[in-house]
T-cell receptor, first 116, second 112 residues
Framework: AQTVTQSQPEMSVQEAETVTLSCTYD???????LFWYKQPPSRQMILVIR??????QNATENRFSVNFQKAAKSFSLKISDSQLGDAAMYFC?????????????FGTGTSLTVIP | NAGVTQTPKFQVLKTGQSMTLQCAQD?????MSWYRQDPGMGLRLIHY???????DQGEVPNGYNVSRSTTEDFPLRLLSAAPSQTSVYFC???????????FGNGTRLTVT
């Protein structure tokens, strides 16, 4: 089984500032997909961003961008111009590109606090 | 579109009781999954389905059964509830392999 590690259980950021959440993963595969999900207090799981391993270009979605370092097996999420609504638990997830079993592996999450 | 709908939102069971968590999706997705979320452990896959009539076990399948008689529905059955099954349960669907998961709003289950 693949292992996804989020080493920062909690992070905080001042409103309008930038914060980076870390994620590393362990795999021997070359074809895979990485995701960041946001879980606000409402408990809903919301897709933030997706990265295909075969793409060298880092994915971006408005204020959210990733730093994908394939050789280092690192997939960090950068949130720019942080807003109060960004406060949530953030989960990093890995999915094999070749396994047909639809298994996603999740990290343990990082709780982000946004300070007004 | 309602997306993925889970019922109930909350449930309390006594040890040994059985129940079914319901999950329905209206997006015509082929793939459906059940995850459980426990503090400090992220989400772990219980069972999944790659189409009507096809199911398979995930990482933590013991104590749970699933079936997939239609594309839309994927119920999760707890056979004999145990306190270790106290958790938040998420149903998810995706249209094809490698596409992101679309989650329901979760069911918080407490087993006393």
């Amino acid at each position: 089984a693949q292992t996804v590690t989020q080493s920062q259980p909690e992070m905080s950021v001042q409103e309008a500032e930038t914060v980076t959440l870390s994620c590393t993963y362990d795999t021997s595969e070359s074809d895979y997909y990485l995701f960041w999900y946001k879980q606000p207090p409402s408990r809903q799981m919301i897709l933030v961003i997706r990265q295909e391993a075969y793409k060298q270009q880092n994915a971006t979605e408005n204020r959210f961008s990733v730093n994908f370092q394939k050789a280092a097996k690192s997939f960090s999420l950068k949130i720019s111009d942080s807003q109060l609504g960004d406060a949530a638990m953030y989960f990093c997830a890995y999915r094999s590109g070749t396994n047909t079993g639809n298994q996603f592996y999740f990290g343990t999450g990082t709780s982000l606090t946004v300070i007004p | 579109n309602a997306g993925v709908t889970q019922t109930p939102k909350f449930q309390v069971l006594k040890t040994g009781q059985s129940m079914t968590l319901q999950c329905a999706q209206d997006m015509n997705h082929e793939y459906m999954s059940w995850y459980r979320q426990d503090p400090g452990m992220g989400l772990r896959l219980i069972h999944y389905s790659v189409g009507a009539g096809i199911t398979d076990q995930g990482e933590v399948p013991n104590g749970y059964n699933v079936s997939r008689s239609t594309t839309e529905d994927f119920p999760l059955r707890l056979l004999s509830a145990a306190p270790s099954q106290t958790s938040v349960y998420f149903c998810a669907s995706n249209p094809y392999l490698n596409s992101p998961l679309h989650f329901g709003n979760g069911t918080r289950l407490t087993v006393t």
